[in-house]
């Protein structure tokens, strides 16, 4: 198999992780949509804007890495159609530089889940409850991606490896 292939193979699993995203964060707008017109509990109602905030941020995550990731197949291809070993050495490049966001991604959630437990612990105040449920909801998100991103990443970074020696 052509390292081209391993490559386009990489990106079209970034989109697809992509529109898992916009799916997820659809799913939650109309969630949002449906507690605003039917939620009629104090919790329910202080629900509204945390859960309609991420709905937006993942619908607009599962965009980007959909649109991004569909341009760079094309460019993966002019690239290594001019020059495969300079293609081979910037995907090198690129890959071992956003390494450092999987431990990063991972603080974020941990972080996310004290803030969750301290909001539940320390408030009765429903709005931070609400704040805490969609904290919760973001940094289990951030774990599930990368979980998914991370192995992706390693198995695309061996490809890249082997075709360099």
């Given at each position: 198999?052509?390292?081209?292939?391993?490559?386009?193979q990489?990106?079209?699993?970034?989109?697809?992780?992509?529109l898992?995203?916009?799916?997820?964060?659809?799913?939650t707008l109309?969630?949002?949509?449906?507690?605003?017109?039917?939620?009629?509990?104090?919790?329910?109602?202080a629900?509204v804007?945390?859960?309609?905030?991420?709905g937006?941020?993942?619908?607009?995550?599962?965009?980007?890495m959909?649109?991004?990731?569909?341009?760079?197949?094309t460019?993966?291809?002019?690239?290594?159609?001019?020059?495969?070993?300079?293609?081979?050495?910037?995907?090198?490049?690129?890959?071992?530089s956003?390494?450092f966001?999987?431990?990063?991604?991972?603080?974020?959630?941990?972080?996310?889940?004290?803030?969750?437990?301290?909001?539940?612990?320390?408030?009765?105040?429903p709005?931070?409850?609400?704040i805490?449920?969609?904290?919760?909801?973001?940094?289990?998100s951030?774990?599930?991606?990368?979980?998914?991103?991370?192995e992706?990443?390693?198995?695309?970074?061996?490809?890249?490896?082997?075709?360099?020696?």
């Amino acid at each position: 198999m052509k390292f081209i292939e391993y490559s386009t193979q990489w990106a079209k699993g970034e989109m697809f992780e992509g529109l898992c995203v916009i799916i997820f964060g659809v799913l939650t707008l109309v969630c949002t949509l449906l507690i605003w017109k039917y939620g009629t509990t104090i919790n329910a109602k202080a629900l509204v804007i945390p859960s309609f905030f991420i709905g937006l941020l993942f619908s607009s995550m599962g965009s980007f890495m959909m649109y991004s990731n569909n341009n760079r197949i094309t460019e993966f291809q002019t690239a290594y159609q001019a020059d495969s070993e300079e293609f081979l050495q910037n995907e090198r490049i690129r890959v071992e530089s956003f390494q450092f966001m999987y431990p990063t991604s991972l603080s974020i959630s941990a972080v996310c889940f004290l803030v969750v437990i301290l909001m539940f612990v320390f408030s009765k105040s429903p709005t931070y409850h609400a704040i805490g449920v969609a904290l919760s909801v973001f940094g289990l998100s951030l774990i599930i991606l990368d979980y998914f991103s991370k192995e992706r990443a390693q198995i695309y970074y061996e490809h890249i490896l082997n075709n360099l020696q």
